[in-house]
């Protein structure tokens, strides 16, 4: 008798393009005794084109929560078993978070297998801002809980990630040009990895005219990345900022001067070190 227990292996899949499962993938999906997918019938084809008979089991949100006991008894009995989604990564968008949480809660081991995700390869090719961004996910479907939404988005400053569907890309775009503003630069990223693969950039409202103007390019899956709202007064500063910062610097070395200033203003360390710079020269 062993009391090893069982491994859970998250596993990335395609987005599209077949060729994009990765040689990792393919033998984890081979070698565990199970595998946990939110559409068996849609994964059947997938693991069929790469020679996997491994046996599945339907996990989605309806039933996740009364699989999940089950799957972690499997893993308690030693199998190792492995989850993926219809499509990229479990998780984003995706269930599973209900069997990832329990598995770590309940001391098993979790390994990730990488692979496709929409909204990385989109913001990998889109020329916005990859260094901070802010992913959203799908917005509400409801249009009043849609658009309080972008409201409380409308500030911040870092590069935005949507995923939408057809069914409601005309009117997101539509709301997002609306509040964001028209001209705040955007790029829709539409049916990645496939055969109608498009990437448009352009200022929300020049992109809402190109779908409008264009059914086909509402068709397929798409990813929405919008570029964060430049701070108030960036590369430059406000009275206040600028006169904690003219004090802190005739008192302080001007790293900590600047470090001190981030803390009391919330303004970025770097653009204070840059302007309390800019002041130590002045002075001069
Ligand atoms: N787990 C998936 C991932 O890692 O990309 C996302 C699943 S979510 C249910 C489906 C949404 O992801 C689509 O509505 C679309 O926003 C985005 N998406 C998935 N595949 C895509 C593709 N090939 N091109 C563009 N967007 C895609």
Redesign the pocket.
Request: net charge negative.
């Given at each position: 008798m062993t009391n090893r227990k069982g491994v859970l292996y998250v596993v990335?899949t395609p987005?599209?393009n077949l060729q994009d499962i990765s040689e990792r993938a393919i033998a984890t999906l081979k070698s565990v005794s199970r595998i946990a997918a939110e559409d068996t019938r849609h994964s059947a084809r997938l693991l069929s084109h790469f020679g996997i008979g491994t046996p599945l089991v339907a996990l989605h949100e309806h039933n996740e929560r009364e699989v999940t006991p089950l799957l972690l008894n499997m893993l308690a009995a030693g199998d190792d078993l492995a989850m993926i989604?219809?499509?990229?990564?479990?998780l984003?968008?995706?269930p599973g978070f209900c069997l990832v949480r329990a598995a770590r809660a309940a001391g098993f081991r979790l390994v990730p297998v990488p692979g496709?995700?929409?909204?990385i390869a989109?913001l990998s090719v889109a020329g916005l801002p990859a260094d901070h961004f802010v992913f959203e996910g799908f917005l509400p479907a409801r249009p009043v809980a849609r658009r309080r939404r972008l409201e409380e988005l409308k500030g911040e400053s870092r590069t935005l990630v949507f995923?939408?569907?057809s069914h409601r890309i005309v009117e997101c775009l539509g709301d997002m040009a609306e509040i964001l503003g028209g001209d705040r630069p955007a790029v829709i990223?539409?049916?990645?990895?496939?055969v109608f693969e498009t990437i448009e950039s352009g200022g929300l409202a020049t992109l809402l005219a190109w779908l409008q103007a264009d059914p086909n390019q509402q068709k397929?899956?798409?990813?929405v990345l919008v570029q964060g709202r430049p701070q108030a007064g960036e590369g430059t500063l406000d009275e206040a900022t600028r006169q904690v910062l003219a004090v802190l610097v005739t008192e302080l070395p001007l790293k900590q001067a600047a470090a001190l200033a981030a803390k009391i203003t919330g303004r970025s360390k770097n653009e204070l070190y840059a302007q309390a710079l800019e002041m130590k020269k002045e002075d001069r």
């Open positions: 990335a987005i599209g989604s219809d499509a990229g990564t479990p984003i968008s995706d496709p995700a929409a909204c989109a995923h939408e569907s990223a539409r049916e990645l990895t496939k397929g899956e798409f990813v």
